[in-house]
């Protein structure tokens, strides 16, 4: 930990002071806060682009806008943008990749062909940073995914290639995991649909149980590889029906003990995954988040301090599933800086969840439990001005990384020196 100021350390000591009127201890909150690791996802710095087929448009409902200057072209501008932003994050996080930023070295390799060796210096980059890394096989802009099908296609051929793509992602997430001495959760997420109403809902349903078995059929130890599904509500093509809805992912991992994974940005506009939590807790052992922020659609907004964010971090905080959920992010911003919409995003995620590890969670429990509801709203609105901001300036500067918006002048100074002469 780096040292403070004497006004950042007179301001925590009195925050603290505060605090502990109400039960509530910071240090152990900020030692909490600092043992959670979110994993960053890759995309955000080159808008879902990937190193497979350079300038070819995104496809399978994924669409990214804006065009700010100084996206990352190459693995090396990618790992640079990231290493920009974790400097302005405190903590130690993770990497989430997609298997279409495989490093093939210009040699056209097809998905079904992968194997850990093109993830070699993404290993590398994670291993000598001390980070654990994520992956997600790639279902989408490819010619074997152009009618909207993969996992759930008529074509038993087509299948199979999509499930050869699994199969081998799991074994690249293995790899990873074993290198990095920290399980990968490798998630399935594909964007098979119907524009328009189907006749048939449940030929396609039965097609995506079978291979995805038929990917799960081979045991990995959990120690290197978890496997998650990820459900979707609708995308773009997929209107009126989805293959993967939640349904059908629920069912899935609970009979197949898989994480399920939630998407902020994957429900109706009026759901919220904060709810779902406790629910599916109860019948899964883990599960994966996709901290997104969907805006009247799945459009993967940058994460902000929102009620949402706020209320997802007070429930793994008050349901005690810290230790039980992974945390990731999941949006794309080309319309602003991409390394500060990273650096945005993620402190916004941790700010929320060191906000609901102050909560004065015995006391508002105490009021529920015997039935004083007056006294629990009085107390959570109470909460809301607690000198919050204090220990999170602490948590900043004792972690070496800038306070407050100071880091916005780090990355507006990267621009200029780096990612303007891209």
Request: one cysteine or more.
């Given at each position: ?34 043992a ?5 996802h ?9 190193f497979?087929r ?11 806008t ?10 090396d ?27 093939t ?26 980070m ?9 802009s490819?010619p ?18 999509w499930?050869d ?49 038929a990917?799960f059929a ?22 009126c ?5 939640h ?39 883990e599960?994966?988040?996709h ?17 949402e ?19 990731g992010l ?17 402190r ?13 969670i ?6 529920e439990s ?39 002048a ?10 303007s002469?891209?």
């Amino acid at each position: 930990m780096s040292k403070t100021s004497s006004h950042t350390e007179q301001a925590f000591q009195l925050a603290k002071e505060r605090y502990a009127e109400l039960g509530v201890n910071v240090d152990q909150a900020l030692s909490c806060l600092s043992a959670i690791a979110v994993s960053l996802h890759c995309w955000q710095g080159d808008d879902v682009g990937g190193f497979e087929r350079s300038g070819e448009e995104l496809s399978g409902g994924i669409a990214v806008t804006g065009n700010y200057p100084g996206k990352a072209r190459t693995p090396d501008e990618l790992r640079a943008d990231l290493d920009k932003a974790m400097a302005m994050i405190p903590g130690k996080h993770r990497l989430n990749l997609h298997a279409s930023y495989a490093e093939t070295g210009g040699k056209k390799v097809e998905r079904d062909e992968l194997d850990a060796s093109y993830f070699q210096n993404w290993i590398a980059w994670a291993k000598d940073r001390g980070m654990g890394m994520d992956f997600n096989p790639t279902y989408f802009s490819h010619p074997k995914a152009a009618d909207g099908f993969t996992l759930a296609h008529r074509d038993p051929a087509i299948r199979r290639f999509w499930v050869d793509h699994g199969i081998i992602c799991r074994k690249i997430g293995a790899e990873m995991g074993k290198a990095l001495g920290s399980p990968c959760v490798n998630n399935f997420w594909i964007p098979d649909g119907f524009k328009d109403i189907p006749v048939d809902r449940l030929s396609p349903r039965k097609w995506l149980a079978e291979s995805l078995d038929a990917i799960f059929a081979e045991p990995i130890d959990p120690k290197h590889n978890l496997d998650a599904v990820e459900a979707k509500l609708f995308g773009i093509g997929s209107e009126c029906y989805v293959v993967g809805s939640h349904e059908f992912y629920l069912g899935y991992a609970v009979s197949r003990k898989k994480l399920l994974c939630l998407d902020a940005g994957h429900f109706h506009p009026t759901e919220t995954i904060s709810d779902k939590i406790s629910s599916v807790m109860m019948w899964l052992d883990e599960i994966l988040l996709h901290v997104s922020r969907g805006v009247r659609w799945d459009s993967d907004h940058v994460v902000i301090l929102s009620d949402e964010l706020q209320a997802i971090a007070q429930e793994l905080v008050r349901g005690d599933f810290l230790g039980r959920v992974h945390i990731g992010l999941d949006f794309f911003d080309a319309s602003i800086n991409r390394v500060a919409a990273w650096v945005i995003g993620t402190r916004s995620m941790l700010k929320a969840l060191l906000m609901a590890l102050l909560e004065p969670i015995a006391q508002l429990r105490q009021c529920e439990s015997t039935g004083d509801y007056t006294s629990r709203l009085a107390m959570l609105e109470e909460t809301k001005t607690l000198p919050f901001s204090t220990v999170w300036d602490y948590y900043c500067e004792t972690s070496g990384v800038p306070v407050g918006h100071a880091w916005i002048a780090e990355v507006k100074r990267y621009e200029e020196q780096v990612l303007s002469k891209r």
